[in-house]
């Protein structure tokens, strides 16, 4: 199976910084990789798909980028409700996959 | 607006049997693919099973597979999960999700019903 590494774990940072947050893949899933979010007790949202598509309602302050092996979230300037798990997430090969996730919490 | 219920959660013993449900609406339910997700007590996502639009294609993660079985009945809008030989590793909250085919993205998920395997 493909398996997918998030860095850093944990990112601490405060509201209206740059969150940069990293996905690896051990082979290549190609754009077949998408990002979700998901607060406390709370079901997981959609924020990118195909590595780089915003998914609908998702504010321009997210994007996605990379391929092959390696992707990043970006959250331009973080906002209060922001701060939640972030899981990746590859539909390239059977078993699908997501990465343990990155806990981006307000310093 | 689509709209998944899980139900058929429950606490039961190692070995024993449950079956999960997901109730959809909102949208035309036989045109997508369905996946189940689970989620251990404060742990990750893990992809479970998939199951085309029709039924013909099912995909299994490793864990489960021979030991969980995906069907649909798309008469009822209903997607199920008989999970047999239940392991305490089994438990979690197992949400069920949406997409436009078996390796589309997940754009839908419902709340989840937790299942507890202990004896």
């Known amino acids: 199976e493909i398996v997918l590494t998030q860095s850093p774990v944990t990112l601490s940072l405060s509201p209206g910084e740059r969150a940069t947050l990293s996905c690896r893949a051990r082979?290549?899933?190609?754009?077949?990789l998408d990002w979700y979010q998901q607060k406390p007790g709370q079901t997981p949202r959609l924020l990118i798909y195909d590595a780089s598509h915003r998914a609908t309602g998702i504010p321009a302050r997210f994007s996605g980028s990379g391929s092959g092996t390696d992707f990043t979230l970006t959250i331009s300037s973080l906002e209060p409700e922001d701060f939640a798990v972030y899981y990746c997430?590859?539909?390239?090969?059977?078993?699908?996959?997501f990465g343990g996730g990155t806990k981006v919490e307000i310093k | 607006q689509a709209h998944l219920v899980e139900s058929g959660g429950g606490v039961v013993q190692p070995g024993r049997s449950l079956r999960l449900s997901c109730a959809a609406s909102g949208f035309t339910f036989s045109n997508y693919a369905m996946h189940w997700v689970r989620q251990a007590p404060g742990k990750g996502l893990e992809w479970v099973a998939v199951i085309s639009y029709d039924g013909s294609d099912k995909y299994y993660a490793d864990s489960v597979k021979g030991r969980f079985t995906i069907s649909r009945d798309n008469s009822k809008n209903t997607l199920s999960l008989q999970m047999n030989s239940l392991r305490p590793d089994d438990t979690g909250v197992y949400y069920c999700?949406?997409?436009?085919?078996?390796?589309?993205?997940?754009?839908?998920w419902g709340q989840g019903t937790p299942v507890t395997v202990s004896s």
């Open positions: 082979e290549s899933v190609t754009t077949y």
């Open positions: 997430q590859q539909r390239s090969n059977w078993p699908l996959t």
């Open positions: 999700a949406r997409a436009e085919a078996v390796r589309a993205v997940l754009v839908s």
